[in-house]
């Protein structure tokens, strides 16, 4: 258990919590006004800051596809991965319910109806997309991420300070893209705590944006293992 540290899983914890709040929050108390351009910009600025200020506490995953990749790219341990990932799900549904609290203050708003920024398919998609293009968007779009966290913490003495813009500038682009074809997920974390909240369509279609996502998080940590990571002898003889 000394591979555990507390701060960190209480950093994940709140981590993944402020973004869902401030994630999910904005798509749904002020969708209507900033509309798909503020959505990614509020997912993409929070996860930004969150890299700096827990960065150096976790490593800021909030995302247990992130975990994977790192677990196949060997930059965690395998009981350090299933713990983050616990307290990454617990954030997310401490988040969602937050974001429930605040949206139920608002006079008409009903869960049923006005949602909770769940993610789905086909009918349950914003742009009625089938299973098949979110299930191709959710892997690539996941792979794309974690591949830049992972070789944006492994090139850095000082990761955090190093990777914080392109995570969250990667987290925008990718929300700018998919919110219109599935609410975007690439976090089965941020996908668990709304949906099992919202229950119906969103928790049948739940599985989606965990396979998915995770499968993105394998290919993205078996191409930084094994294709991009140039070894240390390597290096040196090109800078010779």
Same mark, same amino acid.
């Given at each position: 258990?000394?591979?555990?540290?507390?701060?960190?899983?209480?950093?994940?914890?709140?981590?993944?919590?402020?973004?869902? &709040?401030?994630?999910?929050? +904005?798509?749904?108390?002020?969708?209507?006004?900033?509309?798909?351009?503020?959505?990614?910009?509020?997912?993409?600025?929070?996860?930004?800051?969150?890299?700096?200020? &827990?960065?150096?506490?976790?490593?800021?995953?909030?995302?247990?596809?992130?975990?994977?990749?790192?677990?196949?790219?060997?930059? &965690?341990?395998? &009981?350090?991965?299933?713990?983050?990932?616990?307290?990454?799900?617990?954030?997310?549904?401490?988040?969602?319910?937050?974001?429930?609290?605040?949206?139920?203050?608002?006079?008409?708003?009903?869960?049923?109806?006005?949602?909770?920024? +769940?993610?789905?398919?086909?009918?349950?998609?914003?742009?009625?997309?089938?299973?098949?293009?979110?299930?191709?968007?959710?892997?690539?779009?996941?792979?794309?991420?974690?591949?830049?966290?992972?070789?944006? +913490?492994?090139?850095?003495?000082?990761?955090?300070?190093?990777?914080?813009?392109?995570?969250?500038?990667?987290?925008?682009?990718?929300?700018?893209?998919?919110?219109?074809?599935?609410?975007?997920?690439?976090?089965?974390?941020?996908?668990?705590?709304?949906?099992?909240?919202?229950?119906?369509?969103?928790?049948?279609?739940?599985?989606?944006?965990?396979?998915?996502?995770?499968?993105?998080?394998?290919?993205?940590?078996?191409?930084?293992?094994?294709?991009?990571?140039?070894?240390?002898?390597?290096?040196?003889?090109?800078?010779?």
């Amino acid at each position: 258990m000394k591979s555990i540290s507390f701060p960190a899983l209480v950093a994940e914890t709140l981590g993944t919590a402020l973004l869902v &709040i401030f994630g999910v929050g +904005t798509a749904v108390v002020g969708g209507d006004t900033v509309g798909t351009p503020g959505i990614a910009l509020a997912f993409g600025l929070t996860l930004l800051a969150l890299v700096y200020a &827990i960065g150096p506490i976790s490593g800021c995953h909030v995302n247990p596809a992130v975990t994977v990749g790192a677990l196949i790219a060997r930059a &965690i341990t395998p &009981i350090r991965a299933v713990f983050y990932i616990l307290a990454q799900a617990i954030g997310a549904l401490i988040g969602a319910a937050v974001v429930l609290t605040v949206a139920s203050g608002r006079p008409g708003y009903s869960l049923s109806s006005d949602g909770l920024g +769940t993610n789905g398919f086909a009918g349950s998609s914003p742009g009625e997309y089938g299973l098949a293009s979110v299930a191709l968007f959710e892997t690539i779009a996941t792979a794309t991420l974690v591949l830049v966290v992972l070789a944006t +913490t492994a090139r850095s003495v000082h990761p955090a300070l190093a990777a914080g813009i392109p995570i969250g500038l990667t987290l925008t682009v990718v929300h700018l893209l998919g919110i219109g074809i599935d609410s975007t997920s690439v976090n089965p974390a941020r996908s668990f705590g709304p949906a099992l909240l919202a229950g119906g369509p969103a928790l049948s279609q739940l599985w989606v944006f965990v396979v998915f996502p995770v499968l993105g998080a394998v290919l993205a940590g078996l191409t930084h293992r094994f294709v991009l990571t140039v070894p240390a002898a390597a290096r040196t003889s090109e800078t010779v």
